[in-house]
């Protein structure tokens, strides 16, 4: 990388830093902390499954970790399908906003599993090509939300395999799932910083209707992915 390049990327780096240490005026943060009410509790809720589930088996526990590791698939897609939603209430908003907050690319040193850090490779690839800001951001709504989807595929049928004991290779399945979990984390983080700067940019006049889009119930049953928008020029 040239010497502009690296200028380019610490400028970035240093300006999505200062958005998420702003501080929202009230009206945001009460709907930024109502985002965070939306999935903190169940994966607070699946973290303690997973725990436990590995703790019983290290125990030698099996039956009982078989339960926490059922337990855990449960929560993970609901959890999963609010967050998805909540990005695709953002693409959808976003597309009206004449401005929007600058964002960083994907680390994939910040990943552990192959499926994470190939999707987060890609994002930083594109974020090179890419030149406007805005294409970026809506590049980085779009892989955070195929993530989510990908690696909570993976978390429920790595832990419905331990669930029924149906692993050929038992101690690979246990060992996806702490993978899997820590990337689940690490995007939902990205989310939150996401969030958090797109509320921040977010023009007055637009924040009822984007907070009303909040209320909306996610759909209690498993359903695919609420489609992200297709643009070929990104917005």
């Known amino acids: 990388m040239h010497f502009a390049g690296v200028s380019k990327f610490f400028a970035s780096r240093k300006c999505v830093e200062q ?54 698939s449960q929560v993970m897609a609901p959890l999963t399908l609010t967050l998805i939603t909540t990005l695709a209430r953002i693409y959808a908003e976003a597309r009206h906003m004449p401005d929007l907050p600058v964002v960083d690319a994907l680390n994939p040193s910040f990943f552990r599993g192959p499926t994470a850090q190939d999707a987060a490779g890609w994002n930083n690839l594109f974020f090179h090509i890419l030149f406007g800001s805005r294409a970026r951001f809506f590049l980085k709504v779009r892989i955070l939300s195929e993530m989510l989807e990908k690696i909570a595929q993976e978390f429920c049928t790595s832990a419905d395999e331990i669930a029924a004991g149906a692993c050929a290779w038992p101690d690979r399945a246990w060992f996806a799932l702490e993978c899997l979990h820590y990337d689940f984390n690490t995007c939902l983080r990205e989310s939150e910083v996401l969030l958090k700067c797109f509320l921040g940019a977010l023009p007055a006049s637009q924040l009822p209707q984007f907070e009303q889009t909040l209320l909306i119930p996610v759909p209690a049953a498993v359903s695919p992915q609420p489609r992200l928008v297709s643009d070929r020029r990104m917005n």
């Open 19 to 72: 958005q998420w240490a702003a501080r929202l005026p009230a009206h945001k943060l009460q709907v930024f902390d109502r985002a965070l009410r939306l999935w903190t509790p169940p994966f607070n809720m699946l973290s303690v499954a997973l725990d436990e589930a590995i703790s019983l088996r290290s125990d030698g526990r099996l039956v009982l970790a078989q339960q926490q590791a059922a337990i855990s």
